[in-house]
T-cell receptor, first 113, second 110 residues
Framework: EAQVTQNPRYLITVTGKKLTVTCSQNMNHEYMSWYRQDPGLGLRQIYYSMNVEVTDKGDVPEGYKVSRKEKRNFPLILESPSPNQTSLYFC????????????FGPGTRLLVL | RKEVEQDPGPFNVPEGATVAFNCTYS??????FFWYRQDCRKEPKLLMSVYSSGNEDGRFTAQLNRASQYISLLIRDSKLSDSATYLC???????????FGAGTRLAVHP
């Protein structure tokens, strides 16, 4: 089954404790992206990657890091989480030929205390 | 001003009703447009693309007006299962990103 998976699905952590949210897709997609969704603001892009070892900032990259060492994986790293990073996070992927049609993972709900 | 703006709703309609959502976008360079559907606490899923000529998929009709930078979605004969948030989305190839509106919530009641 073609899918995007994220782990963990739910996470409660404390300020400053480094965490990683994993994202993996099995569709051989080149393009992957991270979004956060907050009430009234819609989805905002954090980082994206056009292919292995190619990443770039989205609209709200501050406080986040990403890496793309393999085509299927695109982890999101919060080196020192803060309460304003409490949000719902989605990973998405698409082929480069059809970047407008993105497939989303199930979401990770993060609470930073 | 947000790049993609939508009425947040909620729209509360009875089953069988026709409901229309509107959306405006500010970047005239946006190349293509979509409606995504998002169920409560779930991931967004592509509902349909939007073309200037208008396009229909069953009970759903989408329309794009580039001159007015306006997008619409019409749902006919609403079903309970249509209850969700509908996200208006613009794609900017130059910036390699989808730009999402905040969503319009629809609640269909018996």
């Amino acid at each position: 089954e073609a899918q995007v998976t994220q782990n963990p699905r739910y996470l409660i952590t404390v300020t400053g404790k480094k965490l990683t949210v994993t994202c993996s897709q099995n569709m051989n997609h080149e393009y992957m992206s991270w979004y956060r969704q907050d009430p009234g603001l819609g989805l905002r892009q954090i980082y994206y990657s056009m292919n292995v070892e190619v990443t770039d900032k989205g609209d709200v990259p501050e406080g986040y890091k990403v890496s793309r060492k393999e085509k299927r994986n695109f982890p999101l790293i919060l080196e020192s989480p803060s309460p304003n990073q409490t949000s719902l996070y989605f990973c998405a992927s698409s082929s480069n030929r059809a970047r407008e049609t993105q497939y989303f993972g199930p979401g990770t709900r993060l609470l930073v205390l | 001003r947000k790049e993609v703006e939508q009425d947040p709703g909620p729209f509360n309609v009875p089953e069988g009703a026709t409901v229309a959502f509107n959306c405006t976008y500010s970047n005239s360079a946006s190349q293509s447009f979509f409606w995504y559907r998002q169920d409560c606490r779930k991931e967004p899923k592509l509902l349909m693309s939007v073309y200037s000529s208008g396009n229909e998929d069953g009970r759903f009709t989408a329309q794009l007006n580039r001159a007015s930078q306006y997008i619409s979605l019409l749902i006919r004969d609403s079903k309970l299962s249509d209850s969700a948030t509908y996200l208006c989305v613009a794609f900017s190839g130059g910036y390699n990103k989808l730009i999402f509106g905040a969503g319009t919530r629809l609640a269909v009641h018996p």
